[in-house]
């Protein structure tokens, strides 16, 4: 086992610069499609007689959805290939889209939720697209750069829903969307080949049998037979990726709770209003876009995937404690920019972790596992954060959050290693 120390001799890429790039753009032109209804949504749902209590549950609807689907979607891509599930969930984000866009009942706008959220299998698929063709060592580095395309898209989406915004024709966000998402179809179909598992990688060194892999992926997946929650649970418990995906549960916890209040802290602490939230979140998405698409690929490569991990994540918990006890406004865009340099450095790592703990036929599926942990963070987070925001405090939330992080710091200082078979 290794602490995470950077590998002295790297292997270089082995992924085809067209391949990567059409990679990038998928998910940029994904994430971009995703980001314009963010602003609108609400207000349209609003228009069919939703009010702000069902107006929230879009988003549960969503997570949910994704939840139950990721482990799922994930299977298939490692039995069928990363390219089909691609396309196919690509398919499925434009038709929700056009089903958003021609909705004349709630119902139809939270069928376009669950039809989005069973689609979205791009970004777990992408990582494991990346497993698929780049050494071990470097995983990291490529991630970061997939998720500079996912933060770049939630700074333009955003911006441009906005833009597109009508009073007199609200659907035309939603059929812009879904122009978007048939472009990026069309351009997978075209550009983006099929990934090859690479043979040289060994199964990695996890102090896990066999046996006990068996028992992880079928109890998860139900091969074989039906299995409960609570058996997939057991059966991951004390693994190494049982232990990444905790700390993924961790992140993405804090994180939601953090996006779900900001904007009420901010408006409660500072009187700030639409304009200069939105601004904040803008900062938040370009910090985020420079750490992972520049900073993330240089501290692997000087300290290794775990110490780059257990950076970002103690910037997390410096960053909520800054912003749980803030008072003026510069102390909120420090926060906000500490908030944001964290997340950089961990979401990348977390999933170069989860790829280095995999088997090569495993990839997308544990891909999948970590992306479930993440919706069920969205799940939760939110809506503790809301009750915790209402009757304790309007910072506390992020106090919380700075001790969900400080835990998921003593899991990875306690259980989280790097294999070193794969180097």
Not at 115 to 133: C, E, F, K, M, P
Not at 151 to 167: I, T
Request: with cysteine.
């Amino acid at each position: 086992m290794s602490d995470g120390s950077p590998t002295p001799k790297d292997p270089g890429p082995d992924v085809p610069i067209g391949a990567f790039a059409t990679l990038w753009l998928t998910l940029f032109f994904d994430l971009v499609g995703f980001g314009i209804i963010i602003p609108v949504l609400p207000f349209y749902a609003s228009s069919f007689g939703a009010s702000a209590q069902t107006v929230t549950l879009l988003s549960t609807t969503f997570s949910l959805a994704q939840f139950g689907a990721a482990p799922l979607l994930g299977r298939i891509s490692d039995r069928v290939g990363r390219r089909p599930v691609m396309l196919v969930s690509i398919a499925g984000s434009c038709l929700s889209m056009l089903v958003l866009g021609f909705a004349s009942a709630l119902w139809m706008v939270f069928l376009a939720r669950v039809v989005s959220g069973l689609s979205t299998a791009n970004i777990s698929t992408a990582h494991a697209y990346v497993a698929d063709r780049v050494a071990p060592v470097r995983r990291a580095k490529y991630m970061g750069m997939m998720g500079s395309a996912i933060g770049l898209g939630f700074v333009f989406g955003p911006a441009l829903g906005g833009l597109l915004s009508r009073p007199e024709h609200p659907e035309l966000p939603f059929f812009v969307a879904a122009g978007v998402a048939g472009v990026n179809w069309l351009m997978a179909l075209v550009w983006l080949p099929e990934s090859r598992r690479t043979d040289r990688e060994p199964p990695p060194a996890n102090d896990v049998p066999v046996s006990r892999w068996r028992s992880i992926t079928e109890a998860v997946r139900g091969n074989g037979g039906s299995s409960s929650p609570p058996t997939a649970t057991k059966a991951l418990w004390g693994t190494p990726l049982g232990w990444i995906v905790l700390v993924n549960l961790c992140f993405f916890l804090a994180f939601a709770s953090m996006e779900s209040t900001y904007a009420l802290l901010l408006e409660a602490v500072l009187g700030w209003g639409a304009q200069e939230t939105g601004a904040v979140f803008t900062l938040l998405g370009v910090v985020i876009v420079i750490t992972q698409g520049v900073l993330v690929g240089r501290l692997v490569a000087a300290t290794g995937e775990r110490k780059t991990l257990l950076v970002g994540l103690s910037l997390l918990v410096v960053a909520f404690c800054t912003l749980g006890t803030m008072a003026v406004a510069w102390v909120a865009v420090l926060g906000s920019a500490l908030v944001a340099c964290g997340n950089g450095l961990t979401t990348p790592t977390i999933n170069a972790l989860v790829s280095r703990a995999s088997r090569a036929g495993d990839q997308g599926f544990n891909m999948g596992l970590a992306s479930s942990a993440a919706s069920l963070g969205r799940i939760v987070g939110p809506a503790t954060a809301g009750v915790v925001f209402e009757r304790v405090g309007p910072g506390v939330p992020m106090l919380v959050s700075a001790g969900v992080i400080a835990m998921a710091v003593l899991v990875v200082l306690r259980w989280v290693r790097v294999p070193t078979t794969d180097a």
